[in-house]
C-alpha cells in the first residue's frame, strides 16, 4: 500500500547463491535503479556502469531507502509509490535479474526460492531500525556468529562495511558514487540528518548486539 514501508527479502533456490561475480552485484544494483519505472528500459544501457545511473527516473514504482545484498539473498526497504508499485517493481527485478543470470551461466529453472518475503514496518521504532539491521547484514561474512559470540573488534568491522560495495551503507555516510541515486531518502522519515548521526547510529546497534 501506498505510504506504508515493507522489509522486502528474498533467496537463491535450494539457498545458491546468486551473486557469483563483482559484475552481477553491479547488474543487480543497476536494475534497482532501472527497474525502478513504470516505462519500459533499455538493456543495452546496463554494460555501461556510469551511464546506467545517469538517466532520470520521471514515474518510479517504489522509493528505495536501503538494500543490502549478500552471496546467497538480498535486502530492500521500500515504500510502494502506487497500489501495485511494489508487485510491479519486484517483478520486473526478479525476472530481469533471473533472465540475466540463467543466460550469463547458462542454466535454467527459479533462481529465486519463491515469491519475494515483504515483512510490513509495523511502526517507526521497526522501520527505523530496519535501516541498521539491512546494513549491518555483511558483517556475517567476516564474522558469521558475531551476534551470538559478540563482535571481535569494532574498528575492523567498521572498516570493513565502509569497503563493502554491496549495499547502501556508503550512500549513507556519504560517499559520492553514481549508485546513490538508487535510494529514494524524501519517501522516508529523516532519521539521519548527518553522517555522524548514522555512524553513531551504527556504532549504537553493533555495540547492543554484542
Known sequence: MPG????????????????????????????????????????????????????NIETPLVGIGAYGLMPNHFHILINPLSEEGLS??????????????????????SLFEGKFKAQH?????????NFSYI??????????????????????TLKYLHSYLYSSFLDYV???RPEKVILRP???PKYFSSKKGWETEIIEWLNYEN
Not at 552481477?24 to 519500459?40: G, V
Not at 510491479?88 to 529453472?109: P, V
Request: glycine share 4%.
Open 4 to 55: 506504508e514501508y515493507y522489509h522486502i527479502y528474498n533467496r537463491g533456490n535450494s539457498k545458491q547463491k546468486i551473486f557469483l561475480s563483482k559484475k552481477d552485484y553491479e547488474r543487480f544494483m543497476a536494475l534497482l535503479y532501472c527497474a525502478n519505472t513504470t516505462e519500459s528500459f533499455n538493456f543495452f544501457n546496463l554494460q555501461k556502469r556510469d551511464s546506467v545511473f545517469s538517466g
Open 88 to 109: 510491479k517493481f519486484m517483478q520486473k527485478l526478479s525476472t530481469a535479474y533471473s533472465m540475466y543470470f540463467n543466460e550469463k551461466y547458462k542454466r535454467t529453472g
Open 121 to 129: 514496518m509495523k511502526d517507526d521504532k521497526q522501520l527505523k531500525y
Open 135 to 156: 546494513h549491518l547484514n555483511p558483517v556475517k561474512l567476516i564474522d558469521s556468529k558475531w551476534k551470538e559470540n559478540g563482535l571481535k573488534n569494532l574498528k575492523d
Open 174 to 176: 556519504g560517499k559520492d
Open 186 to 188: 524524501s519517501d522516508f
